[in-house]
């Protein structure tokens, strides 16, 4: 059964102390996988598409790396403004499957 | 450049009644998912259409829920007879492309409080 696993549930950094996000699956067959950014109230906000093993990607402190099991979204002196949880989804056929997401609190 | 547009935001509604939930996908994207989310879980496929076909409606039950991309207009999820289970987020996503890599691009959602 094609699943995805984010962790940490929770992640409490100090402001300017990096970290890393997880998200490991297991489908057969990936055609992407996916990292979105979500604030409360607000729908999910597409950040980097990774599609095979070994792909990196940046955007301002965030980069997200894929191997053939997990990605790892690593977040490099995070701002308050960082806050939010972040997403996961990978696409084996029609449907997206997403995790259940890390709730990241970025204390100034 | 309008984004994926949802409506109404919120809706309440009382057991028995029915929801109808919009969605206008961003320009040039024919195809759409429909989303549940819940506080501490997931977002859950629910199905995913192109105009005026449905391509897999295995997420949704298939009891009191349908939905609908029709030629003209947006995407309608209707529930009919809600019950309190069915309040929930319901996120509405387009993409340009059905199955070929293209990432979502989601609306904020319609939450539904059924009382």
């Known amino acids: 059964e094609d699943q995805v696993t984010q962790s940490p549930e929770a992640l409490r950094l100090q402001e300017g102390e990096s970290s890393s996000l997880n998200c490991s699956y297991t489908v057969s067959g990936l055609r992407g996988l996916f990292w979105y950014r979500q604030d409360p109230g607000k729908g999910p906000e597409f950040l980097f598409t990774l599609y095979s093993a070994g792909e990196e990607k940046e955007k301002e402190r965030l980069k997200a790396t894929l191997t053939k099991k997990e990605s790892f979204l690593h977040i490099t002196a995070p701002k308050p403004e960082d806050s939010a949880t972040y997403l996961c989804a990978v696409q084996p056929s029609n449907q997206f499957y997403f995790g259940t997401g890390t709730s990241l609190t970025v204390i100034p | 450049n309008a984004g994926v547009m949802q409506n109404p935001r919120h809706l309440v509604r009382r057991r028995g009644q029915e929801a109808r939930l919009r969605c206008s996908p961003m320009?040039?994207?024919?195809?759409v998912y429909w989303y549940r989310q819940l506080p501490e879980e997931g977002l859950k496929f629910m199905v995913y259409?192109?105009?005026?076909?449905?391509?897999?409606e295995s997420g949704m039950p298939k009891e009191r829920f349908s939905a609908e991309f029709p030629k003209e207009g947006p995407s309608i999820l209707r529930i009919q007879q809600v019950v309190r289970g069915d309040s929930a987020a319901y996120f509405c996503?387009?993409?340009?492309?059905?199955?070929?890599?293209?990432?979502?691009?989601f609306g904020n959602g319609t939450r539904l409080t059924v009382t």
């Open positions: 259409l192109q105009k005026e076909n449905i391509i897999d």
């Open positions: 320009k040039g994207h024919s195809h």
């Open positions: 996503a387009s993409s340009p492309g059905g199955a070929g890599n293209s990432p979502l691009h």
